[in-house]
Every structure is written in C-alpha cells, then in structure tokens.
C-alpha cells in the first residue's frame, strides 16, 4: 500500500490575512512608549481608542472608525489621568463607555459623545478610587451590565459596581503582580496569571480559588479561556527561554494536556481565541507575525492553519468585535495593529475565501451580541447565566439602546471586606514617596494661606465689634 499524506479536513484551512490599503489606516498617531505588557488599543463597532504619548500625565485618543487617513496632530484627546494610561476597554453592552486605567491608581469611565471627540475631555463620568498602587489591567465582564474588573499593582482585584460606583468585592489571592485575567462564557469563572508563575482558576465572587498551577516548566504570561470546551490556553516561556503554549484542563491543573514550543524570540505572546470558529491566534509583541491555530476537543487539541508575515513590528493589537465584521467579505476576524515606528494603525482582516457572495451560516454562526444577560445585582446574588446570542445575518448593524447613568457619589471611605483600602496607604516605592511629600507640602501651604486669611478676617471682625461698643448710639 502506498503511503499518501494525511490531511486534515477544515473549512479555516486557507483562511488568510489582509492589510487595508494605505488610505483606510490611521496615520500620524503618537503611540505610547510605555514598555508595560497591553495592548495599548481598543476597538468597537464605532471607535478606535488608542493610549498615546504625551507629557504631565496620561492620554489616549478615540477616533471614529470612518475617519481614517492622517490625524491632525492636534486632534482632540482624553487627559484626565494624572499619570500614564496603562489599559483601555470599551464596554460591550454600551459602545460609547470606555474605562481607563492608570498609574495614578485611579480607573475611570468616560462618555464618548456622538460622532467622536470635539475637544479634548478632562472630566471622567466616573472615578474609582480603591487601590493603593498603579492599575495595570481593566476588564468588564462578559454577560452582565456594569460590572468591572481592575488589577493593581497592590496585587489586588477590586469588583466594582458601576450603578453605585464602589468596589463591591475583593480578590486577595494573589502573592504578586497580575498579568493577565479571563473570563469564561458566562463570566462565572476567571482564569489569572501572575509574576509569582502561577495560573489560577477563580471563583470571582467568592474570591476562592478553585484550580492553581505552579508552572516551573511554563513560566506563564497570559492566559485565555476557550469558550466551553472547559479548556484554557496560555502563553509563557519554557526552562529554555523559547516562547511557549500549553493548554489545560479548566478542572485539574496539575499538569497541561500539551505544551509546544513557537520559537526562539523574546517578545510576549498575546493569544486571541474566537470561540465561533475555535480559531487561535497567537500574535507575538515585537514581531509582525501572527499565526493561526484550530482548536479540537480531542487529540491533537491544536492544529496549526497558517501564518500571516508582516515586516512591521506589533506594538500590541486591538480586536473587533464580531458584530461589527465584515460578513460580506467572510470576514471572520480583524486586528488592529499597532505600528509604533511609522505611527500607524494598520486593520489586518482575516477572511474565509468563499466564491459565493451570499450569506456564510457555517462560518457565522449565532454570536454574543450587545445585550447584558444579568444586572449587577443579579450577578452579585449569585446568577449565572450565557450571553445573548445574535444572528450576524441582520443584527450586525443594530446598535445598543443602553444608556450609562453615573451615579451620584459622595467622597468617603472604600471599605471592602472590612479593609479600608484607601486608608494610611504606605507608599511602597521611591516616586510614591516623593509625589506623597510634595502633595503634603501643597496641602500645607493651602492650609498656612487658609488661616493667615481667616486671621485677617478676624481681626476686621474684633475690629468692628469694638468700632460699635464705641459708638455714640450705644452710649
């Protein structure tokens, strides 16, 4: 019998990747120089929202998607941060909210006018103050309105409630900086990787953590579930410094079902999952690569498609949601890749080659839309329950008819799980110390000015009373 190669049957199989032309980039952007691991980028239906260079504290822009070509370099920008941005996410239920993180330990909510930005927007909807250190990681959550993520660099991950806006619960699991957070379907688990090099599985409400993995072998980076399949995906490094993926079962973490080497490069390995088409892309930070993967619910668990080569360095990359693709062109996946040295934001669209122009049901099928399945309240009692699905054939250009209201806070303790997290905050690096000193001395020549001026009017005061003992009237 002759031997005959064995292939494998997969309609993504010839999936490929396509650049917009030039005139439908964005160009002239002062992209971030921040050396922290994120994407620096976030994209919808409507905006593109990228962090950005700038001085005395921290910026990003938010830009239309039709308006490409070069942007003015004094295009409006949001600069209410008083340090660097470190993460951007757009709300999935409301496509004009957007939350930012920073280094000044604030997160906060902006509202994005109608047709973009006018002028340059320093007051935030809402302001969240909670953690001791820098935030470095934002995440809502997946099927239920208003409730939002934040990781600090207090090792800490507060829940907050975006209709009351205070923190609700706190996960103090983690012994050092988190990297990475993912949420499962229904967002009843959450998957985090952290600098100690252990993967976690998380039972957010509780703060309990169900499933951990001390990775020696994997030193683990970023993590992403994928969909049902009870699976979850990281990327690390091995003992040999060669960038690496494992994949593991949700439920026991003592060993990964497979673990293989990618390559010898440095950059980080940001992993994308689309669960409609159980599509992996692995885009790696530094290179223009990005290579796509099948995954299976038996062996071999992943199957290597294709790789799309660019010689233009990703700084990071931003990911379109499904109801804002172009299903006309079978296109099932598009990036927005950040080219720091040029200043531009390049769309790389993945696109099933088909020669019929009509609708594909077998690459699109029903997809999380833009309606929340829970409130905060429900979510907190308990709920759970899956995303709403929508049908990609004629809801794809509905819009949402949320509305974000912010509600009214007054300045006061944050007291989570019987701790104070914003008092008698110790400042634990060289920087905090100094900006601590120098706030407290403007604190104190505002006070010294504020009672020089009350002694005046003290004076004038003793002065008129003793103007009226003397008076001829009270003779």
């Known amino acids: 019998m002759s031997w005959r190669p064995q292939y494998r049957s997969s309609k993504f199989r010839n999936v490929y990747g396509k650049v917009a032309n030039r005139e439908h980039c964005f160009d002239g952007i002062p992209i971030t120089k921040n050396v922290h691991d994120n994407h620096f980028c976030a994209v919808n239906a409507r905006f593109l929202a990228i962090v950005t260079e700038s ?36 709300n999935p239920f409301i496509d004009n909210i957007i939350a930012s993180c920073s ?14 930005l006018k002028r340059s927007m320093t007051e935030a909807l809402l302001e969240l103050h909670g953690h001791s250190r820098r935030v470095g990681l934002v995440e809502w959550h997946p099927t239920t309105n208003n409730i939002l993520f934040s990781a600090g660099y207090d090792y800490k991950v507060l829940i907050w409630n975006l209709d009351v806006g205070e923190p609700v619960k706190m996960i103090d699991c983690h012994s050092d900086v988190i990297l990475c957070m993912s949420f499962n379907t229904d967002g009843s688990l959450l998957a985090t990787t952290c600098k100690d090099k252990k993967l976690r599985v998380i039972e957010p409400r509780s703060g309990r953590v169900l499933q951990e993995a001390s990775c020696k072998n994997h030193r683990v980076n970023r993590v992403v579930f994928l969909g049902n399949m009870k699976r979850l995906l990281t990327t690390g490094v091995s003992r040999w410094n060669t960038r690496q993926i494992a994949l593991w079962d949700q439920e026991d973490l003592s060993m990964p079902l497979i673990e293989e080497e990618i390559d010898g490069l440095s950059g980080l390995l940001f992993p994308f999952y689309d669960a409609d088409t159980h599509m992996l892309y692995l885009a790696g930070k530094g290179d223009g690569n990005i290579r796509y993967y099948e995954i299976s619910t038996g062996k071999p668990y992943l199957s290597y498609l294709m790789e799309f080569r660019s010689p233009a360095p990703q700084k990071g990359l931003g990911v379109m949601p499904k109801h804002g693709l172009d299903v006309s062109a079978c296109e099932v996946f598009r990036f927005y890749k950040l080219v720091t040295l040029k200043g531009l934001i390049e769309p790389i669209s993945m696109i099933v080659p088909r020669r019929s122009d009509s609708y ?112 001829p009237k009270n003779c």
Request: charged share 30%; glycine share 8%.
């Open 55 to 90: 001085s005395g504290g921290g910026s990003f822009l938010v830009i239309p998607l039709e308006q490409t070509g070069r942007i003015e370099p004094n295009y409006p920008k949001v600069c209410g941060h008083q340090g660097n941005v470190l993460d951007i996410k757009w």
């Open 360 to 471: 594909q049901e077998d690459i699109y099928p029903m997809t999380p839309g833009t309606e929340p399945a829970l409130t905060p309240d429900e979510w907190l009692g308990g709920i759970n329950r899956d995303p709403v699905l929508m049908s990609l054939k004629e809801g794809y250009k509905k819009s949402s008819k949320m509305v974000f209201k912010a509600p009214i806070k007054e300045k006061k303790s944050v007291v989570v799980n019987g701790i104070d997290l914003l008092e008698n905050v110790p400042p634990r690096t060289e920087n905090e110390l100094l900006r601590m000193f120098f706030r407290q001395q403007d604190e104190i020549r505002r006070l010294k000015e504020e009672l020089a001026q009350k002694d005046i009017r003290i004076r004038q005061l003793q002065l008129e009373l003793k103007n009226l003992r003397n008076s």
């Open 103 to 116: 280094e000044d330990t604030s997160v906060r909510i902006w509202e994005i006018p109608e047709g973009g």
